[in-house]
């Protein structure tokens, strides 16, 4: 018998919520086989098994949690109790397996951590409604049965207000996937009567006719490093402007002939990280990481892997374009859009998502002229970009119309101080005001 535990599947991870069992009790499990979708911080990623045998038993149900190297699941190998033995004795000494490792890891037992606060037990859920082999159409959920559904459309469906009543799943075991609710008719919000589970900690205040929505775990995450990063990081900002009225006449010329060569088009964000990262090799004191070890220090870094924050629907997370100073654009044009979309779909894997040494956040596309940004720790800066503005410049003595952008640096300042990331940004300045530069 074997002990399936909670695997870490980042590096920011404390606990996973139990998605979706593709494999129910008796089920015969192959190596190989996907056995259950997890809810990280940062994605819903599969998880398969490495070990053959027969499904015994589940620990964690859909909608619970469990920190890492808690069991969720039993895996009968087989080898049962020996003629005599105490099958519980063979339970006790059963080896455990975490997913993808051959032996305990030693890291992933559970840790006594101080921020162990109780987790609020969660309505129990019905067993979901069991998959026909290969079912060719969706099944409708029997009389009674809870339909199966994964958190981050059950978000969905609540924030939307989706009645659920005449929705079929398409996904295994007749789960109701994101593709399901893209038509279905908008209504109030879902409460008492409604099939989702209501967290016990929901509430509606009549007054205000307030909603309270309680936090997943990526959102739960995000508060909880940002706040970290706050206080802990000495943060100050830097705002300077450039006119890119020439980067914005190359970008529409270059695509001009992208398109007509039947490649991807280049974006302001494609030429600002290719810029960012120029400039971060030129002045390296700011591709660089805080410490604690000793007395403190600065962790430079040879290597320049730009993170491009992203809202999903799952929340902020922040796809790595690694070596961004040695793509050309086009290179990262394909690698941000290719990212983004991953993003967009939470499919992004943890190794996408981590080893950023320098995070740009744009919010030009939503008309935001100018913002700051709170730093990506362990990183010690952080790119909040606007959007190009029309404005009335003086060029060789006369008054003309030009783009300008806006950004603004937040920097540590225990690591940077004023005059390095001004320095920065009279090189980034320089860069976006002659992009032949960038795409050179």
Known sequence: MIDILMPRLSDTMTEGTIATWLKQPGDRVEVGDILVEIETDKALMEQEAYEAGVLSSILVQVGEQARIGEPIARLDDERGAAPGQDPESVLAEAPVRTFGSAAPNPESAPAPAP?????????????????GPAAPTPLRPAEG???????????????RGIDLAGVIGSGPGGRIVRADIEDAPAGAPAGAGSPLPVPATS?????????????????????????????????????????????????????????????????????????????????????????????GATVM??????????????????????????????????????????A?????????????????????????E???????????????????????????????????????????????DGALAAQFLRVLTGLLENPVAIVA
Not at 276 to 281: G, T, V
Not at 350 to 360: A, L, N, Q, S
């Open 344 to 368: 967009r779909d939470g499919k992004l894997t943890p190794d996408e998502m981590t080893g950023g040494t320098f995070t740009i956040s744009n919010l030009g596309m939503y008309v935001v």
């Open 145 to 159: 049965a809870r339909q199966v559904i994964s958190p981050l459309v059950r978000r969905l469906v609540r924030e």
């Open 370 to 416: 100018q913002f700051t940004a709170v730093i990506n720790p362990p990183e010690a800066a952080i790119l909040a970009v606007g959007s190009a503005v029309s404005e009335p410049a003086v060029v060789d003595g006369a008054i003309v119309a030009r783009e300008r952008l806006r950004y603004t640096l937040s920097a540590d300042h225990r690591i940077i």
């Open 115 to 131: 921020e162990s606060a109780p987790v609020p037990a969660p309505t129990p859920v019905a067993a979901p409604v069991p998959a």
């Open 203 to 295: 509430a509606t205040n009549a007054l205000q006719h307030s909603t309270v929505v309680p936090f997943d775990a990526t959102r739960a995450v995000i508060a909880r490093r940002l706040s970290s990063s706050s206080s802990e990081a000495p943060h100050f900002a830097v705002t300077a402007v450039a006119d890119v009225t020439e980067l914005i006449t190359l970008r529409a010329t270059l695509n001009e002939r992208l398109v007509a060569a039947d490649r991807l088009k280049l974006s302001v964000t494609d030429m600002i990280v290719r810029a960012c990262a120029l400039a971060l090799r030129e002045v390296p004191g700011v591709n660089a990481s805080y410490s604690d070890e000793g007395r």
């Open 301 to 342: 870094h040879e290597r320049v892997h730009v993170g491009l924050a992203v809202a999903a629907d799952s929340g902020l997370v922040v796809p790595v374009i690694r070596d961004a100073d040695r793509l050309p654009t086009s290179a990262i044009a394909a690698a941000t859009s290719a990212l983004s979309a991953r």
